[in-house]
């Protein structure tokens, strides 16, 4: 457990490197990350390296035992590169070519940026695989789609479609081109889905491809960046900023070749403030490679470009601090040293002001830092695990975003829903990949499984047969593979496990309506409605209201050895409460606890030692009922079962004695534990 900064010495006067490092020693900081947008400064002229500078910076911070972390420089390619290859630029949806003047100003296919980017990563790779202070590498800078229209994209589109089909008649059928006389003749007929008569309404089945594509487009980029590095510096690990609950690219696809996920959490910015911080977008992080994180990039201060954000206090942000940590984040870098005084981010607050005087922030960096370094003795090692997982794919996000059918239907707010009633109840919850082993969950939940393959059917299936307790939504199965509508009663392919038919639908948006559950209460709903037909599910609400008054809304299965519940309609969080608390006492779930609203709890473990964290992120102090007998490590005692958090206030607590509940009878609980100490180990190696 430690902390460290993103450190720019390219952006001040040598004269200040010094006292930089003096500070950065006193705030407890032992890595740093650095030189990934100093294109212009290491290759000043085309093939003319200048490493000094960073050779210079690197010996004085190893000779304090401060670490490295080194990114490729590749988000900001130098003036002299586009001019000589203008073709760099990416070109729009009008096919207008963008300038110079910001960063991520390159079309990720061009093959001179490819050929220009893979000489200075070798370049780097090959000067610091042996320095000492060097310990990995960040590839470029929190990468997404390659989002370009150029004529080498275009070519290379079709080309990765041929690979794909195969025959042109192939992509005819499954895009079903007959549709408004899109046939195509030759490969070169197909288009980009860039700027046409009606606008952004392509078929989708050639835009869910686009977005593979370009996600793909980013993979392979990275690649030869990682292929490189691993050749030249076999010692050394690499990683990538990632963005939370980004969702233009396959981050599962981004991360399969690095050693571990990093990420950038900002979650009070100029345009959207969460003051609850981002367990969701950590646990996302977490669950794309399920093991431990970095954080790369944490919130620092007051955020923004042109216009600021509010500013957070230092206590909240020790708060937002912790909560990384608590969902499983090993080291929390912060963004970054000095306040820039030149550039785009001039008023994105670092460490330092632009006065470079330790301040309240530098104060604050540095408790936290202290408390990271005590605690580092019992948190080593440890790792999240939990029993319920939420199921999240890419082409789930691409296909909401091409059709997003009714508002209120987004894949983040649907998540969310499920979400926030289950960290209500202070349990660990894992994001992951549908391909994940599924028998170590008791609860698995599908958001809107709207593209759905006969693999991920045959996998549910399995997992609910097996014991497992499984939630679906509406608008689950409705398209196949390449975004074409299924045409077997929805929810296809899942229907028979569910027991129930989708017999009609409506499309509410913002429009309310409402249901009842089997206890009486009423909740409201929006965004969709399912009327359902019963196939040998039962009713659990009913629709009270609207044209489906009367019809059943959420339904109960029993299949093999577990159970689905299918969600046909999108409520206010109260249903998802009642009806989550339900189903978690149904698949003995816990220990759970009450907590009040703005209070994250999440607990990290290894062999023999549970640890709770929790974190008020609200303004006053709250009480919070804790289950068994906790031991501080940071915070107050518990007093007669309940722990005062002061405003913004943070505890750590070892758990002596909490009841084993987890190891219960759900599917796969007897080889969890031999599968959570091959996670141990390869957490372990990971990060050693
Ligand atoms: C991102 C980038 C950083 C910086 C910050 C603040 O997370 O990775 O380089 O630009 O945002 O804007
Ligand atoms: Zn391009």
Same mark, same amino acid.
């Given at each position: 457990?430690?902390?460290?900064?993103?450190?720019?010495?390219?952006?001040? $006067?040598?004269?200040?490197w010094a006292?930089?490092?003096?500070?950065?020693?006193?705030?407890?900081?032992?890595?740093?990350?650095?030189?990934?947008f100093?294109?212009?400064?290491?290759e &000043?002229?085309?093939? !003319?390296?200048?490493?000094?500078?960073?050779?210079?910076i690197?010996?004085k911070?190893?000779?304090?035992?401060?670490?490295?972390?080194?990114?490729?420089?590749?988000?900001?390619?130098?003036?002299?590169?586009?001019?000589?290859f203008?073709?760099i630029?990416p #070109?729009?949806?009008?096919q207008?070519?963008? %300038?110079?003047?910001?960063?991520?100003?390159?079309?990720?296919?061009?093959?001179?940026?490819?050929?220009?980017?893979?000489?200075?990563?070798?370049?780097?790779?090959?000067?610091?695989?042996?320095?000492?202070? +060097?310990?990995?590498?960040q590839?470029d800078?929190?990468?997404?789609?390659?989002?370009?229209?150029?004529p080498?994209?275009?070519d290379?589109?079709?080309?990765?479609?041929?690979?794909?089909?195969?025959?042109l008649?192939?992509?005819?059928?499954?895009? =079903?081109?007959?549709?408004?006389?899109?046939?195509?003749?030759?490969? !070169?007929h197909i288009?980009?889905?860039?700027? #046409?008569?009606?606008?952004?309404?392509?078929?989708? *089945?050639?835009?869910?491809?686009?977005?593979?594509f370009? *996600?793909?487009?980013?993979v392979?980029?990275?690649?030869?960046?990682?292929?490189?590095?691993?050749?030249?510096?076999?010692?050394?690990?690499?990683?990538?900023?990632?963005?939370?609950?980004?969702?233009?690219?396959?981050?599962?696809?981004?991360?399969?070749?690095?050693d571990?996920?990093?990420?950038?959490?900002?979650?009070?910015?100029?345009?959207?403030?969460?003051?609850?911080?981002?367990?969701?977008?950590? $646990?996302?992080m977490?669950?794309?490679?399920q093991?431990?994180?970095?954080?790369?990039?944490?919130?620092?201060?007051?955020?923004?470009?042109n216009?600021?954000?509010?500013?957070?206090?230092?206590?909240?942000?020790?708060?937002?601090?912790?909560?990384?940590?608590?969902?499983?984040?090993?080291?929390v870098v912060?963004?970054?040293?000095?306040?820039?005084?030149h550039?785009?981010?001039?008023?994105?607050?670092?460490?330092?002001?632009?006065?470079?005087?330790?301040?309240?922030?530098?104060r604050?960096?540095?408790?936290?830092?202290?408390?990271?370094?005590v605690?580092?003795?019992?948190?080593?090692g440890?790792e999240?695990?939990?029993?319920?997982?939420?199921?999240?794919?890419?082409?789930?996000?691409?296909a909401?975003?091409?059709q997003?059918?009714?508002?209120?239907?987004?894949?983040?707010?649907?998540?969310?829903l499920?979400?926030? #009633?289950?960290?209500k109840?202070?349990?660990?919850?894992?994001?992951?990949?549908?391909?994940?082993?599924?028998?170590?969950?008791?609860?698995?939940i599908?958001?809107?499984?709207?593209?759905? !393959?006969?693999?991920?059917?045959?996998?549910?299936?399995?997992? @609910?047969?097996?014991?497992?307790?499984?939630?679906?939504?509406?608008?689950?199965?409705?398209?196949?593979c390449v975004?074409?509508?299924?045409?077997?009663?929805?929810?296809?392919?899942?229907?028979?496990?569910?027991?129930?038919? +989708? $017999?009609?639908?409506?499309?509410? =948006?913002?429009?309310?309506c409402?249901?009842?559950?089997?206890?009486?209460?009423?909740?409201?709903?929006?965004?969709w409605?399912?009327?359902?037909?019963?196939?040998? #599910?039962?009713a659990?609400?009913?629709?009270?209201?609207?044209?489906?008054?009367?019809?059943?809304?959420?339904?109960?299965?029993?299949? =093999?050895?577990?159970?689905?519940?299918?969600? %046909?309609?999108?409520?206010?969080?109260?249903?998802y409460?009642?009806?989550l608390?339900?189903?978690?006492?149904?698949?003995?779930?816990? &220990?759970?606890?009450?907590?009040?609203?703005?209070?994250?709890?999440?607990?990290?473990?290894?062999d023999?030692?549970?640890?709770?964290?929790?974190?008020?992120?609200?303004?006053e102090?709250?009480?919070?009922? @804790?289950?068994?007998?906790?031991?501080?490590?940071?915070?107050?005692?518990p007093?007669? %079962?309940?722990?005062?958090?002061?405003?913004?206030?943070?505890?750590?607590?070892?758990?002596?004695?909490?009841?084993?509940?987890r190891?219960?009878?759900?599917?796969?609980? !007897?080889d969890?534990?031999?599968?959570?100490?091959?996670?141990?180990?390869?957490s372990?190696r990971?990060?050693?």
């Amino acid at each position: 457990m430690r902390i460290g900064v993103d450190y720019y010495p390219e952006q001040c $006067d040598e004269s200040c490197w010094a006292e930089d490092i003096a500070l950065m020693r006193a705030a407890e900081i032992s890595v740093v990350r650095m030189a990934e947008f100093a294109w212009s400064r290491l290759e &000043p002229a085309e093939g !003319s390296y200048e490493f000094s500078w960073l050779d210079r910076i690197l010996d004085k911070l190893h000779a304090v035992g401060i670490q490295a972390v080194l990114g490729t420089p590749t988000a900001t390619p130098p003036a002299w590169l586009h001019a000589r290859f203008p073709e760099i630029f990416p #070109a729009d949806k009008r096919q207008y070519r963008l %300038g110079f003047g910001t960063r991520e100003q390159r079309c990720l296919n061009n093959p001179d940026m490819r050929a220009h980017g893979r000489r200075i990563v070798e370049a780097l790779a090959r000067h610091y695989a042996k320095h000492p202070a +060097v310990i990995g590498w960040q590839t470029d800078n929190e990468l997404a789609a390659n989002l370009c229209y150029c004529p080498i994209c275009a070519d290379k589109f079709r080309t990765w479609l041929k690979d794909k089909y195969g025959f042109l008649e192939a992509v005819n059928a499954a895009w =079903g081109t007959a549709f408004w006389s899109q046939e195509y003749s030759d490969w !070169s007929h197909i288009p980009l889905p860039w700027e #046409a008569k009606c606008g952004d309404h392509h078929n989708p *089945s050639l835009q869910l491809e686009f977005r593979r594509f370009q *996600s793909q487009s980013t993979v392979e980029f990275q690649q030869e960046q990682i292929d490189i590095i691993r050749k030249h510096a076999p010692n050394h690990f690499i990683t990538h900023n990632l963005m939370g609950t980004h969702s233009s690219m396959d981050y599962y696809e981004l991360a399969r070749n690095l050693d571990f996920v990093s990420w950038d959490n900002y979650p009070i910015n100029p345009w959207s403030e969460d003051p609850f911080g981002s367990p969701l977008a950590a $646990d996302v992080m977490r669950g794309i490679k399920q093991r431990n994180v970095w954080v790369m990039e944490q919130q620092n201060g007051i955020t923004g470009w042109n216009t600021l954000g509010r500013r957070p206090t230092g206590e909240w942000l020790r708060c937002a601090a912790w909560q990384t940590v608590a969902h499983g984040a090993d080291t929390v870098v912060f963004f970054r040293w000095r306040t820039a005084a030149h550039g785009t981010e001039q008023y994105w607050h670092g460490v330092l002001n632009h006065d470079g005087k330790p301040r309240r922030r530098f104060r604050e960096v540095a408790a936290f830092g202290w408390e990271m370094r005590v605690l580092s003795d019992p948190l080593d090692g440890t790792e999240v695990r939990s029993d319920v997982a939420i199921l999240n794919a890419y082409d789930q996000h691409y296909a909401f975003e091409i059709q997003p059918q009714a508002e209120g239907l987004s894949v983040w707010r649907q998540v969310g829903l499920h979400y926030t #009633a289950l960290k209500k109840c202070g349990l660990n919850v894992d994001v992951i990949p549908p391909n994940a082993e599924l028998g170590r969950y008791r609860l698995l939940i599908a958001p809107s499984w709207y593209i759905l !393959s006969e693999g991920d059917a045959a996998r549910l299936t399995e997992y @609910v047969r097996q014991g497992g307790t499984l939630i679906l939504n509406a608008r689950t199965g409705v398209k196949d593979c390449v975004n074409a509508c299924r045409t077997q009663p929805l929810p296809t392919l899942l229907g028979e496990m569910a027991g129930i038919e +989708v $017999d009609d639908y409506d499309p509410l =948006g913002k429009a309310e309506c409402t249901v009842r559950i089997s206890d009486g209460r009423e909740y409201t709903v929006a965004a969709w409605a399912d009327a359902l037909t019963l196939n040998g #599910a039962s009713a659990i609400a009913h629709y009270t209201r609207g044209v489906f008054a009367g019809e059943p809304a959420i339904t109960c299965h029993e299949f =093999g050895l577990g159970c689905v519940y299918y969600f %046909g309609t999108f409520g206010e969080a109260g249903l998802y409460d009642a009806l989550l608390g339900r189903i978690l006492d149904e698949a003995s779930i816990g &220990p759970r606890m009450n907590l009040p609203e703005g209070v994250d709890a999440n607990w990290r473990e290894k062999d023999g030692a549970r640890f709770l964290i929790l974190c008020n992120f609200n303004p006053e102090e709250r009480t919070v009922a @804790v289950p068994g007998a906790l031991l501080p490590l940071l915070g107050e005692a518990p007093h007669e %079962g309940s722990v005062v958090l002061p405003a913004y206030g943070v505890g750590v607590y070892e758990a002596v004695g909490v009841e084993e509940v987890r190891k219960g009878t759900g599917p796969g609980a !007897s080889d969890s534990d031999a599968h959570a100490e091959g996670l141990t180990a390869a957490s372990a190696r990971a990060h050693s």
